[in-house]
């Protein structure tokens, strides 16, 4: 990861990133569209389509990402006379092209010649054609017909005008992650030889010696396929290790062949960072593999506040892109049609939330889809141009917000501004996740967004890293939940408090090693040090119990979780005041060289979290902010100045306090000292 740009560290002067991450080839603006899937229409409706996208202010759209049965009809039998006309009518338009490889879905013929392509469940259930993603990743045959489709369309289009973009395949990791076929247990034990030196090691690192799972041979080892009780922890988690891997294997044979046949055009693939989307890729090794970090993100529409979750993912993703810009690749502009309730945005959310993901380090905002469908799984999802016609308010506000994103192109390459870290990792989040831990209740997910929430709340823009990365540049580091804890990652954790950093550490964390291994000693093992303590019992609590923590700072509640916490060295901030360690240390705080770790040992409500916060806050020095509750503040930098997004999610108009004098560039009002940001809107200030 780069090194973070926290507020200690804007320069006087603002200077543009040492670094520039490769921006599409050819896009003088932020990019504004979305998928268009021309093959579902006429192609008199194209002209239509391109009048109406210059209206708009379109200025790329993704082609070809499903397109894979009509591109190659038979085996090496290739029709590209339609896309030919199709990227020739955007060039003329002055519109960009993100040119899929149509590789997440390949044609019937494929799967006639090759059914054995075809996944397979846990339960041994071979999946069917007829949806999208049903792919055997470990399939030779899908390899070489990926390979080959992917290389016709870079010799096709390596040179056309309108290419911006490669957009490889679509949203790997769902809706399906992993095969438990018998080509992938092939491949997994491919996998494991170069993991491991032999298999002494394996079977160490494995712990197969509880229950006699020993392996004598290679050919032993098959996939965590269904057991009949809880399957070994470690074997299943090397095989989600090598489900993503096989993947990003795929995906950088796809990008090999496109660098190779078209230098100098950047490769991406879509992402779905948000920790409610995909959970089967580790997109710490993904972010290093793609030229441009792109993501999908949908709100989760029930969910209050979800635009919280929006800044998550949006933070998450620019952590995975090293702190550069990324690109957000697809969100909507209303309902999806996949949710158990599809229930539309409402007016004035869709530039909300397109403005929020620019504000967090998105070079512009791309949408599924440019026209709704009229067949089809995704009839009823919806799109920039909707079954109501331009008649309608969704097309008005698809207009207005590509007037608004036209006036923001001055903050490309620009650096969002952070004040502190979370620490996550994915395959922590895999272990976790295992069968027969102490309680239903330890939900890595639930805590990551409790504390973004409650650092959101007191707002606080962060970066994710990895528990390996350097944390030198930041203030304040936060681990909500991270079980799995390498001794490098507590080694790390160390130096930053040795060095004068705040560390505040949730329950459950450092309690095992890459292996699922419990680390040697008391609990919490790869953080005693750090921490200053030692757990000698975890104590879930029932279904429903809470408990009070009394401390000189006021009562907390907390509940789900409780632990018998033996300080050594820590000093206690709050107590239990009830339950099975009731009268022992719930909250600590640990003073280590220059500076401070603290450690909540039970599950917090939020007011509970936020009091907490607030005292770790202020140990790191930060000071609070004053701001509307449900005002949305972040702040932007690069070559040409400073760039402040006011985003207000609530019901009442707000005033935010400014650091000087700037030009308000969605109005084109001059601005100074207090800015002005009505109900449901959003601001955007170049100091």
């Not at 999946?127 to 055997?136: F, N, P, Q």
């Not at 170069?194 to 394996?202: K, S």
């Not at 967090?360 to 889809?369: K, L, V």
């Not at 009823?380 to 698809?398: N, Q």
């Amino acid at each position: 990861m780069d090194h973070p740009l926290t507020r200690d560290t804007i320069p006087a002067a603002a200077a543009a990133p040492a670094e520039r991450r490769r921006r599409p080839v050819g896009l003088p603006a932020l990019a504004y569209g979305g998928d268009y899937n021309p093959e579902q229409w006429p192609e008199e409706v194209w002209e239509e389509d391109v009048r109406l996208m210059r209206e708009a202010g379109v200025t790329m759209v993704s082609v070809g990402i499903f397109s894979w049965a009509l591109l190659e009809p038979g085996p090496g039998r290739y029709d590209f006379g339609w896309l030919d006309r199709l990227l020739d009518l955007l060039h003329s338009a002055g519109i960009r092209v993100d040119l899929g490889t149509p590789t997440v879905v390949p044609p019937a013929w494929f799967y006639r010649a090759h059914p054995d392509a075809l996944p397979v469940t846990r339960e041994g259930v071979r999946l069917e054609i007829g949806s999208r993603g049903a792919i055997c990743h470990s399939s030779p045959a899908y390899r070489q017909a990926a390979a080959a489709i992917t290389e016709q369309i870079a010799l096709r289009y390596a040179d056309h005008p309108a290419l911006a973009l490669w957009h490889v395949h679509n949203e790997y990791g769902v809706p399906v992650g992993a095969c438990y076929c018998d080509t992938s247990a092939e491949d997994f034990r491919r996998w494991l030889r170069e993991r491991y030196t032999g298999l002494g090691e394996l079977n160490a690192a494995w712990g197969t010696a509880f229950w006699g799972q020993r392996y004598g041979a290679w050919e032993e080892i098959r996939p965590p396929r269904l057991t009949p009780t809880a399957g070994n922890p470690a074997q299943q988690l090397d095989w989600a290790r090598f489900t993503s891997d096989t993947l990003l294997d795929n995906f950088r044979r796809e990008r090999d062949i496109l660098h190779r046949l078209a230098p100098g055009i950047p490769v991406t693939t879509n992402f779905m960072t948000a920790l409610s989307q995909c959970e089967s890729l580790d997109y710490w090794a993904w972010g290093r593999e793609v030229d441009i970090v792109a993501n999908d993100h949908y709100l989760v529409a029930e969910a209050p506040r979800n635009h919280v979750n929006l800044a998550m993912s949006a933070d998450l993703t620019r952590s995975v892109a090293g702190g550069r810009p990324w690109l957000l690749l697809e969100h909507s502009t209303g309902a999806v049609n996949w949710q158990p309730r599809n229930l539309p945005k409402h007016p004035g959310e869709m530039a909300r939330n397109s403005l929020a993901h620019i504000a967090r380090g998105s070079e512009g905002a791309m949408f599924f889809q440019w026209r709704a469908s009229r067949y089809g799984a995704e009839k009823f999802h919806s799109a920039m141009l909707p079954h109501a016609g331009t008649d309608s308010r969704i097309w008005r506000e698809v207009v207005a917000l590509g007037a608004a994103i036209g006036s923001l192109g001055s903050v490309r390459d620009s650096r969002v501004v952070s004040d502190a870290a979370i620490l996550w990792d994915w395959q922590s989040w895999w272990a976790q996740r295992l069968e027969w831990r102490p309680s239903v209740e330890l939900d890595a997910r639930a805590q990551a967004d409790a504390w973004y929430a409650a650092a959101w709340d007191r707002h606080l823009t962060v970066d994710f890293a990895h528990p390996e990365a350097d944390l030198s540049g930041y203030p304040l580091v936060l681990v909500p939940a991270l079980y799995l804890m390498t001794g490098a990652a507590g080694a790390n954790l160390r130096r930053y408090v040795e060095g004068g950093g705040t560390l505040a550490v949730g329950h459950f964390s450092g309690i095992v090693d890459e292996h699922d291994t419990v680390h040697p000693g008391p609990y919490p093992g790869a953080l005693r040090e750090v921490l200053g303590l030692t757990v000698e019992e975890f104590a879930p609590l029932p279904e429903g119990r809470t408990v009070r923590l009394d401390g000189p700072a006021g009562t907390l509640s907390a509940g789900s979780w409780s632990e018998f916490v033996v300080p050594r060295g820590a000093e206690t901030q709050w107590s239990y005041g009830g339950g099975p360690a009731a009268g022992g240390p719930a909250i600590t705080r640990h003073a280590l060289g220059r500076g401070s770790a603290w450690y909540l040992s039970t599950r917090l409500d939020a007011a509970g979290l936020d009091a907490v916060l607030a005292r770790v806050c202020a140990d790191a020095g930060l000071p609070e902010r004053r701001l509307p509750h449900e005002v949305e503040v972040v702040e932007r930098i690069g070559e040409l100045g400073r760039y402040l997004f006011a985003i207000n999610h609530g019901a009442a108009d707000a005033r935010v306090p400014l650091p000087g004098a700037g030009m308000e560039l969605l109005t084109g009002l001059l601005v100074d000292g207090e800015l002005e940001v009505p109900a449901g809107a959003v601001r955007v200030v170049h100091l």
